[in-house]
Structures are given as C-alpha cells and as structure tokens.
C-alpha cells in the first residue's frame, strides 16, 4: 500500500469516526431497569449517574475512557493528517502517534465493560441492562480510530511528501 494509499484510508476512516462520534454520545447506550422503573442512559448520562451514586473515580474514568479519549484520538489523527508531509514538529508529532497507539489498544474496554454488566445484570424483576444503538455508534467510532492509527505509519511524519 503506498503512502498516498495509506493517508487516504486514514483520512475517510478519521471522517467517519468524526460523524460517528455525534451519534454515539448523544443516543442511549443502554436501558437499565430497577424494581420496574426504566431509565435510559446516554454516555454522558451513565457518567451523571454514576457520580450521583456517590462512584466519582468510575464516573472520572468513564468519562475519561468514553468522552475524552475518543475525541483526543480523533484529534491527534487530525493534526497529524493535517501536518502531513511537513518537516515542522516531527519529534511531537512522532510521540503524539506514540501515545495514540498505545492507548488505543485500550480502546474497546467500554464495549467489554458494557457486554460484561449485560451479561451478569440480568436480575429478573429486580434489575436488569439492555445495550442500545449508541454503544454500536461507540464501537465504531473506536474502530475508526484503531484502524487509522493502525494504516497511519509513524515513518510518513519523518518523510516529507508534497504531493500529500
């Protein structure tokens, strides 16, 4: 695959996660039912009820994890397409890529974590959780930003490419 190739693929995969992330954060990621009473839950909203629960180190991770670091990825792949080709800040850039690659294999943890509290929240009457359409536009958005990391080569910061 040629480097061109490679920028191309990363570019449509970023746009995607961009118009991906929209929808992701502002549709309900799953319904939790409690003793009868069904409340549907935003990643922003389980952030809210977590903290009001009295779990403010889940709620900061989750935030953190779901929020936060999804749009940092995006954005780092933004500066890093947009500086493409140039020789200014290589080294920052080199280590942006860095810490982008290394976060990114935790990406999936939200997805896990969900599957997991599905799975084992089934509680009959009592309580029980049911995943909904925003947890596929999240997955997505994480999937977009995993392969782009991964097409995107740290050697194309070093070289420089006009045609880019």
Known sequence: MTDRTRIDFTKALVASGLILYIPANFLPVMNITITGDLESLTIIGGVKELADSGLMPVAIFVFCASIVIPFLKLACMCWLLMMHGSQRLCAP??????????VGTW???DIFLLSVLAAVGQLGIMASVE??????FFAA???????????????MIWNPSPSA
């Open 93 to 102: 850039r080199a280590k942006a890529f860095q810490i982008l690659h290394q």
């Open 107 to 109: 990406s999936m943890v």
């Open 131 to 136: 995943p909904q359409p925003g947890i596929i």
């Open 141 to 155: 958005v994480l999937l977009c930003t995993l392969f782009a990391a991964d097409i995107y080569k740290p050697r």
